[in-house]
């Protein structure tokens, strides 16, 4: 998507750019600098100009015209699943903005160049407004772009509104960032025009300030090299979220980042007006201004309080202190704050793969507790996986262990984002949650410990009465579970480990949690499964549920007693084997 946004605005950029008169030679004699006697009472009708000139510009209408559609990509239902949070929510429709805030760095640029495209320059050296009058009401026709931004933005935010499913209110700190970044693209659309007075700057600079935020300002590349939860990314133009998966987890100084970059703007625009000579007024801005982004930027960064790191490893370390707990159907749930709601969906993924079962698969393991805890690997913004530690804040993953975060405790747990196939929306319907349930119910690890730690149960018919309740109990379960062992296989073919050896080569940035590296042909026995009618294959597994769960029993026996074609011999799985 970041590539397809890219293009679009290089396309928007060159067709600007072909429209503009050819450059004319540099003027001996130019705008006029500071003077004395400055007459700065045009400022407003040159503003009003600028204004109205800018708000017409190609450049910027097609900017406009993108927005809404960023907005839109930005914060569609299946962007964030079923339960969004307003705070990721407030977060993308700052970003989406960042389009709009390219497209009037060139626009800005090529309305300041116009005397100098047009050959007029010398005209304004007999004029009686000098060139930093010029330059402030250009810095002062932001205010156009600003509205039109906050416009978009609070438009917007009622129609997410609308939406019933969203967690939580507008953060509007967050949502503010966007309009700023407009303003921001003004004054650097100026101060390159100052300073590097030919078009092509214009250009170069918005691509610059894509490359910064990109690349030089992301933590986890180079030169940083540091965890995506590391607070330097405050540094950036926009700190997008780390994953963590949670408000509670996650560190984000708003006021101070809108301060910080009020602070970037008015130096920007302090550069553009010292080109014409240092005035101490000026000169006093500036120092303020770097004074303001140097602090900012210092309490962005700044080590948590002992308290407060306390507190999130306690979090995550000690649920029972902070999770809310109840029990539906004989099965206890456990959700944190915020995620409660979510506890509706569980049940029914839950109530629909035990029901699929025979009753015996229930009553012999006792009790099913359904515990909320984060995953082991989650995905960053490059749909790449990331250990979930590395989302943490630095010295919050240092006192935590993965033992402490992950016990191997026999219960189900879903995570904290919605599930997903490798960096998309679709919908599966709590399939992988399902998944964890049939392996609690046949006696299979439901999720990984410690340091993502799976066993294997090639070749044992319980692995596949496991998907094939999981998908059974599933809405369009068959063709997920098909999907699954298409994308998810090794990269030799035998397990289902997610680790890139499928269709899907980049791996899957959230891999499920499951505690079990299922067998190819164990899930391909599932499927053919699926092909008999559920009440058979459950009455054939009620006749002798202890010997189907017994790891000693194999899925070629399971698939000739359910009349269905034996799977192929497995191998002897790579992984521990399963208990």
Not at 521 to 531: E, F, H, M, R
Request: charged fraction near 15%.
């Amino acid at each position: 998507m970041e590539l397809l946004v890219i293009a679009v605005v290089a396309g928007i950029l060159w067709w600007v750019l072909r429209r503009r008169t050819p450059s004319s030679p540099p003027a001996e004699i130019g705008p006029v600098g500071w003077c004395s006697g400055t007459n700065w009472r045009a400022l407003p009708p040159l503003a009003r100009a600028g204004t109205r000139a800018l708000l017409r510009h190609p450049a910027f209408l097609a900017g406009v015209a993108l927005t809404p559609l960023m907005l839109l990509l930005a914060t569609a239902d299946t962007a964030f699943g079923s339960a969004p949070d307003s705070r990721d929510i407030s977060l993308a429709i700052a970003l989406a903005l960042v389009p709009l805030a390219w497209l009037t760095i060139v626009a800005v640029n090529l309305i300041a160049l116009r005397p100098r495209r047009t050959g007029t320059d010398e005209l304004f050296a007999a004029l009686p407004t000098p060139q930093p009058v010029r330059t402030t009401a250009l810095l002062t026709a932001g205010v156009g772009p600003v509205i039109v931004a906050a416009v978009l933005t609070v438009a917007w935010v009622g129609v997410v509104a609308t939406r019933e499913e969203v967690r939580g209110s507008p953060e509007w700190l967050e949502i503010a960032v966007g309009p700023l970044i407009v303003v921001g693209a003004v004054a650097v659309g100026v101060a390159v025009a100052r300073w590097l007075p030919r078009p092509i700057f214009g250009v170069l600079a918005a691509i610059a300030t894509m490359f910064i935020q990109a690349r030089f300002l992301d933590v986890t590349t180079w030169p940083w090299d540091r965890a995506a939860g590391d607070p330097v990314r405050f540094l950036g133009f926009i700190a997008e979220a780390t994953g963590a998966g949670t408000a509670a987890l996650e560190v984000r100084p708003a006021g101070w980042h809108l301060l910080y970059l009020v602070g970037l703007v008015v130096v920007m625009a302090s550069v553009a007006l010292v080109r014409d000579g240092l005035r101490p007024p000026i000169v006093g801005v500036l120092a303020v201004a770097l004074l303001v982004v140097t602090g900012t930027g210092w309490i962005q960064i700044r080590p948590l309080s002992p308290a407060r790191q306390a507190e999130m490893v306690s979090y995550l370390t000690d649920p029972s202190a902070h999770q809310r707990c109840e029990t539906r159907d004989g099965v206890r749930y456990c959700a944190y704050p915020g995620f409660t709601d979510a506890v509706v969906d569980w049940s029914e993924r839950v109530e629909t793969t035990l029901g699929v079962l025979p009753p015996i698969a229930s009553e012999w393991r006792g009790p099913l507790e359904v515990t909320q805890r984060a995953a082991i690997v989650v995905g960053n913004d490059s749909c790449s996986p990331i250990p979930y530690e590395a989302s943490l804040p630095p010295p919050v993953a240092e006192r935590v262990s993965p033992a402490a975060l992950w016990p191997a405790d026999d219960k189900v747990h879903p995570g904290f984002a919605e599930e997903s196939f490798p960096c998309s929306d679709e919908d599966v319907h709590g399939f992988f949650l399902a998944v964890q349930v049939g392996a609690w119910a046949v006696g299979l690890p439901p999720a990984p410990h410690g340091g993502n730690e799976r066993c294997t149960a090639t070749g044992q018919a319980r692995a596949s009465v496991a998907l094939w309740a999981a998908a059974a109990g599933t809405p369009d379960g068959e063709r997920l579970l098909r999907a699954v062992l298409e994308e998810g296989a090794s990269a030799d073919g035998t397990l289902i480990t997610f680790d890139g050896g499928g269709v899907n080569s980049g791996g899957w940035d959230a891999p499920p949690m499951w505690g079990v590296d299922y067998d190819a042909t164990d899930a391909g026995l599932a499927l053919a499964l699926l092909s008999r009618p559920t009440a058979e294959v459950a009455g054939v597994l009620g006749e002798d549920w202890a010997h189907w769960t017994d790891p000693n029993t194999s899925s070629t026996e399971l698939a000739d007693a359910a009349g269905v074609g034996g799977p192929a011999d497995a191998g002897a799985g790579s992984g521990s084997p399963c208990p």
